[in-house]
């Protein structure tokens, strides 16, 4: 067993596919970020009770992001008890759903290899400086490729995120570099298929039940896979394994994890060929430090879905088509020599179609998905020489917009200008105002899990 383990995921941005992606009719494109949070796990060496196995997680660009954990007995069949210690000096009161979650799933399914008592271990989770609204440069050339991990100077709850699937990219990280770090490599490799379709599966299984509900898993897909076409599993793959303490909780989980039961079979379909930026062009993310409650603007959209479904089965299948056209325009556009911006008419009126559509959904469901004041900005920022166009991504409202623009300096340039002067006084019906507008430093990154070099964490960790 190595004495410490890095592995970092991706952030995502789900371009296209938003609601859709939902329900297993229909796919979303999917392109992974080049924003990665990272997780080191090491052998703990100042654990004061040699006896006791214990998991301390901090967080250190953030003040105060310690937690100390407690593991209870390993028993045969059993869940693994993780219980917060919250009266250690060093240790943060509040609790990490994510984070708690994540290592009592993991630590239950090492159990079913490990029956021996489990040695204590320190994890530091890191994330890129773009993950977060009050991290890199707020004009000029912000497209620098600045690397590295800030000191946000902030309680991690007064943090703004910019939505590029944080959660995600932690609870999949988390869930690699633990097993990666307690299991042999015949049972866990990033190396073989097998083994990433097992970190996949296990990270759905903590991801989910960390959010109370079985969501799309677009996001922890692109998480270990990178930029993809997905297709959503089957629900009930997750509704049969039950709450975490009852009893066989490890039994079902590894059959969750390594596929095993036939009834319950993994079936999404994750296609990495065919999500494709073309050479010549660029994914770029502009933060509007506005944040979005998705999952209440979810239910309104498939509330009304189900109230009417003739009118929502037409305006899905026709954003479908729509969404599969921009997917095979920008395959087509990949396979051209010398790009160049007139040949990229036909990308930018999908996009416009797209958009198009989306409003009509916005305005049928009474739902902000692509809201007033975002549709002035998408449209300014499509005038700007070389942007291409962009939309609101994912359940759309106020995140981060993402916007398809020529690979070129002066085109980036041009667009981090304009936006360090953009401002929206007015207000429409929603009663929202956008934040600052910022260029992130991130782009599309085809690779998802990925072992890392200690080095790079030289001053954060011991």
Excluded at 167 to 175: H, Q
Excluded at 249 to 271: C, G, K, P, Y
Aim: net charge negative; aromatic share 6%.
């Amino acid at each position: 067993m190595p004495s410490a383990v890095s592995i970092s995921a991706p952030g995502k941005v789900l371009l296209a596919g938003g609601y859709l992606v939902l329900d297993r009719d229909y796919t979303g494109l999917v392109f992974g970020l080049d924003a990665r949070i990272h997780v080191c796990v090491q052998d703990l060496t100042t654990c004061e009770d040699e006896s006791q196995f214990r998991i301390i997680v901090q967080s250190p660009q953030f003040q105060g992001a310690v937690w100390h954990y407690e593991g209870g007995k390993i028993q045969a069949n059993e869940s693994i008890s993780i219980s917060q210690v919250k009266d250690h000096p060093s240790a943060l009161a509040s609790s990490n759903k994510f984070v708690e979650t994540a290592l009592a799933y993991s630590l239950t399914y090492v159990s079913v290899y490990r029956q021996s008592s489990l040695h204590s271990a320190s994890v530091t989770i890191l994330a890129d400086r773009d993950y977060y609204s009050s991290t890199g440069p707020s004009g000029g050339e912000v497209l620098s490729s600045e690397k590295g991990f800030p000191d946000f100077k902030v309680p991690l709850h007064e943090a703004h995120k910019t939505g590029l699937g944080s959660s995600a990219a932690l609870v999949t990280a988390l869930v690699a570099a633990l097993l990666t770090y307690y299991l042999p490599t015949e049972i866990i490799s990033l190396e073989s298929e097998i083994g990433k379709a097992r970190v996949h599966n296990l990270a759905q299984a903590a991801h989910c039940a960390a959010q109370g509900k079985v969501g799309s898993g677009f996001d922890v897909a692109a998480a270990v896979h990178g930029s993809c076409i997905y297709r959503r599993f089957s629900p009930f793959i997750l509704a049969g394994l039950a709450e975490f303490d009852t009893e066989n909780f490890s039994t079902r989980l590894r059959a969750v994890v390594e596929d095993t039961d036939q009834t319950n079979s993994w079936d999404m379909e994750i296609h990495k060929s065919l999500a494709v930026i073309p050479a010549g062009l660029r994914l770029v993310m502009c933060d509007v430090d506005c944040g979005s409650e998705t999952v209440g603007m979810a239910k309104r959209v498939l509330a009304w879905r189900k109230d009417n479904p003739q009118d929502a089965a037409h305006l899905w299948k026709t954003l479908q088509k729509e969404n599969e056209h921009l997917a095979k325009e920008l395959q087509r556009l990949a396979q051209m020599p010398n790009l160049s911006l007139s040949k990229n008419e036909d990308l930018r009126s999908s996009i416009l179609r797209i958009r198009s559509l989306i409003r009509e959904m916005s305005t049928k469901a009474g739902v902000p998905i692509e809201p007033n004041i975002q549709t002035e900005l998408l449209d300014a920022c499509s005038q700007i020489s070389g942007v291409v166009g962009g939309v609101v991504p994912g359940a759309g409202g106020f995140d981060a917009i993402a916007l398809l623009v020529e690979d070129r300096k002066e085109v980036l340039n041009a667009l981090s200008v304009f936006l360090g002067n953009y401002n929206r006084d007015s207000q429409h019906s929603d009663a929202t105002n956008i934040g600052k507008v910022k260029v992130l430093g991130v782009q599309q990154d085809t690779q998802g899990l990925k072992v890392e070099g200690l080095a790079i964490y030289q001053g954060w960790i011991l």
